[in-house]
Every structure is written in structure tokens, then in C-alpha cells.
């Protein structure tokens, strides 16, 4: 608990190197990442395993998907928190909290000021928006080495307790959620096929052109296999980005 406490404290992370800035750059991913995924939503061509899954159990249970998202990565967190402490820091906290709400909160005015149905081919643009910005929040995230999301984490917990490589633990994890949110006729489309095989080659596209370059970091946390994405998270709460 001391460990997590520490990675999590502001003034220990702001005093690091480039911390102010990392932990900056932080919170505007998040927002990013919550904007992402409502214009994903609203392609109406699916989302990601993950959110696909909340998005499905909150709508039966009809609550919110914000704060059902919250209550899920809080369950896992947990679990994360007694197995793998080095994972978890103070970005781990802020994307459990922030990117269903930041999510709901657009959602709604896009309720407000934008059609229910759109063109299809408003739809892929809107799906290829949502793709990138997604892509591009990630990897921001995962170089400002602030923590790993509770569900990301969760693939390392496996490989590290029963001995399966994360790649296939990741594979596990979104086929379970896509499962579920298929019986619960959930929100699964073309694009959470099209996350599975492009958002990797994006968010490594977005690595090297973009967060590499406005973090200054010498190394990636990106690994970018041919069907799953692999993030590799080893170097999380074992240094700082130089």
C-alpha cells in the first residue's frame, strides 16, 4: 500500500523529471481519451471490447455508464493492487474515474445538438475520428509512464500469476468482454473489429510522430503485434521517462 501511495502522490510524481508536464499532458489524455470514445460511440459501428462490455451491463442495469465504468475498474484495481502494486500510479486513478464521465459528458451534447442517425458514410468518418483520437490518447498516456489502466493491467496480473504471455491474456480478456456485450446486444461493430487490427500501427504511428516527440521520452511502453495490440508496460513504477 506504502508503494502505491507513493507512485499516486502528486508532489512525488511533479518533483520527478518533466513531471509537472507529464502529469499535465496526464489529464489531457484522459479528457482525450473519454472525447474518443463518445465519437466512437456515436458512429454507431461499435467500440472497444471493454467499453462495449459497460457499455452493455449499464444499460441493463440502467445506470449510468460513467459511473458503472468507475465501480468495474475499481473491482479490478483491486485485484491489481494485491498482485501487481508497480502497475498502478496516479494515471491508473484518473483514467478509472475520468474517461467515463468525460465520455457521458459529450455524449450528452452530442445528443442535444447532432442527429440520432447519420449517413454511413458520416459513420465511418466518424469511426476513423474516433479510432485515431482514441490512438492518439494512448499513447500519449502510456509515455507520460504515469500508471497503467485498470483493464490493461489486467492481462499482466494472468501473465504474471498463471504464466500466460500478456499477448494471449489481452486476447482472453477482449474476447470475454465482446462475448458478453454480443448476449447483452451490446454496441459491437465493425469498429471493435477495427480497433483489434488497426488502433496498434496508429498508436505506434502516434508514438513516434507525436508523444515522443512532446514528452522527449527515449524509449516506448508500444509493442505492435499483427491482430492484438501488446502494450509493454514492464518499465512502469521501475524509473522515470528521461
Request: a neutral charge.
Amino acid at each position: 500500500m506504502t508503494q502505491i501511495l507513493k507512485n499516486m502522490n502528486p508532489i512525488t510524481i511533479i518533483s520527478q523529471k518533466d513531471g509537472a508536464k507529464r502529469t499535465v499532458i496526464m489529464f489531457m489524455s484522459i479528457i482525450l481519451m473519454g472525447f474518443a470514445v463518445s465519437v466512437f460511440s456515436y458512429s454507431g459501428m461499435g467500440v472497444d471490447p471493454f467499453t462495449a462490455l459497460n457499455m452493455s451491463i449499464s444499460a441493463k442495469l440502467g445506470v449510468s455508464f460513467g459511473l458503472f465504468q468507475m465501480c468495474m475498474n475499481g473491482l479490478i484495481l483491486l485485484l491489481v493492487a494485491f498482485t501487481s502494486k508497480h502497475l498502478i500510479s496516479l494515471g491508473t486513478v484518473v483514467n478509472m474515474v475520468g474517461v467515463g464521465y468525460v465520455c457521458e459528458f459529450f455524449t450528452s451534447i452530442y445528443n442535444e445538438i447532432l442527429p440520432e442517425e447519420i449517413p454511413f458514410s458520416a459513420q465511418l468518418v466518424f469511426m476513423a475520428l474516433g479510432v485515431f483520437l482514441l490512438s492518439l490518447s494512448a499513447s500519449l498516456y502510456f509515455n507520460c509512464n504515469m500508471g497503467v489502466s485498470p483493464y490493461d493491467a489486467l492481462g499482466f496480473v494472468m501473465e504474471e500469476n498463471i504464466k500466460l504471455k500478456y499477448k494471449w491474456s489481452r486476447v482472453i480478456t477482449d474476447l470475454v468482454c465482446t462475448l458478453i456485450a454480443i448476449l447483452l446486444e451490446g454496441p459491437i461493430g465493425i469498429g471493435t473489429v477495427v480497433t483489434a487490427f488497426f488502433m496498434g500501427p496508429v498508436i505506434s504511428f502516434c508514438d513516434t510522430a507525436i508523444s515522443q516527440k512532446v514528452l522527449k521520452a527515449k524509449y516506448t511502453f508500444l509493442r505492435h503485434f499483427t491482430v492484438i495490440r501488446y502494450y509493454d508496460y514492464t518499465q512502469f513504477g521501475k524509473g522515470e521517462v528521461a
